[in-house]
C-alpha cells in the first residue's frame, strides 16, 4: 500500500493523554464529597462522549434535577489543579506513532468529543499539535460518538475518504462513532477492555501505541 493510499485519526482522551482516568477520580471525589452514589459506574458509561450526551446520561441516571454544571465545576477545577501541577501525561508511544507517521506522510487527523479550545491547549502545551492537518472538537457538532459525525467531519475537513482512514481509539462509543463512519478502528483499550462487540468492530485491538506504531509499519509495507 502506498503511503499516500491512507490517512490515519486519532482520539485524544485516553488514546493521545492518559486523561479519562483524571477525569474519573475527579468525579468520585465530587461523588464522595456530595455523597452521590455510584457515580464511577455512570461515568463509566460516559467515557467517548461529549459535554451535552454526559449530561444527558447522568440526567437519565439521576434525574434532571441533579446539578449537573455545578458538580462538573468542581470536577473541572480539581482536574486542572492536578494537571496544572503535574501535567497531563501522554500515553506510552503517543509521541513516536505520531512522529512515525508525519515522517512517512500520512495525512494526520484529532476528533475529539472535548471542546477544541481545551483540545487545542493540551496538545499544544504537549508539543503535539503540529503533527495534526485538521483538529475537530467535540462542541463543533451536535451529535456526539457513538454517532458517527466527528469523523465525517474530520474527513470532510482534511479531504480524505472515510474508507482509506484508520481510526485510532480507546472507547466503546469512539470505535462504534469509528466504524459506523466507515473508517477502519483500531482499539488501544484505556479504562474499558476490548468486549466481543469492540473485537467485531475494529480492524485491530492492541495493548499499545507502540503495537500500533508496528502495525503501521506493515500496512506501509514492513518499513
Not at 59 to 79: A, N, Q
Amino acid at each position: 500500500m502506498r503511503q499516500s493510499d491512507i490517512s490515519v485519526i486519532f482520539d485524544m482522551d485516553g488514546t493521545i493523554f492518559d486523561t479519562e482516568r483524571l477525569v474519573l477520580d475527579c468525579w468520585e471525589r465530587v461523588g464522595e464529597r456530595h455523597g452521590i452514589p455510584g457515580i464511577r459506574e455512570v461515568f463509566m458509561r460516559c467515557i467517548g462522549t461529549n459535554h451535552a450526551r454526559t449530561q444527558e446520561i447522568v440526567f437519565g441516571h439521576y434525574g434532571k434535577e441533579f446539578p449537573y454544571e455545578k458538580f462538573s465545576g468542581e470536577s473541572s477545577v480539581l482536574f486542572h489543579e492536578i494537571a496544572d501541577k503535574e501535567g497531563i501525561p501522554v500515553k506510552p508511544g503517543a509521541a513516536e506513532l505520531l512522529k512515525y507517521l508525519s515522517e512517512h506522510k500520512i495525512p494526520l487527523g484529532l476528533a475529539s468529543s472535548t471542546r477544541l479550545a481545551v483540545v487545542t491547549q493540551e496538545l499544544q502545551a504537549a508539543g503535539l499539535y503540529g503533527y495534526f492537518q485538521v483538529v475537530v472538537g467535540g462542541d463543533l457538532l451536535k451529535n456526539s460518538k457513538p454517532a458517527p459525525d466527528i469523523y465525517l467531519m474530520t474527513c470532510e475537513r482534511m479531504g480524505v475518504l472515510p474508507e482509506k482512514t484508520y481510526a485510532v481509539e480507546d472507547s466503546y462509543n469512539g470505535i462504534r462513532s469509528a466504524h459506523s463512519a466507515g473508517l477502519h478502528p483500531i482499539m488501544v483499550p484505556d479504562l474499558t477492555p476490548a468486549t466481543e462487540e469492540m473485537q467485531s468492530l475494529s480492524e485491530a485491538v492492541f495493548t499499545d501505541l507502540f503495537e500500533v506504531r508496528e502495525y503501521f509499519g506493515t500496512v506501509l509495507g514492513g518499513e
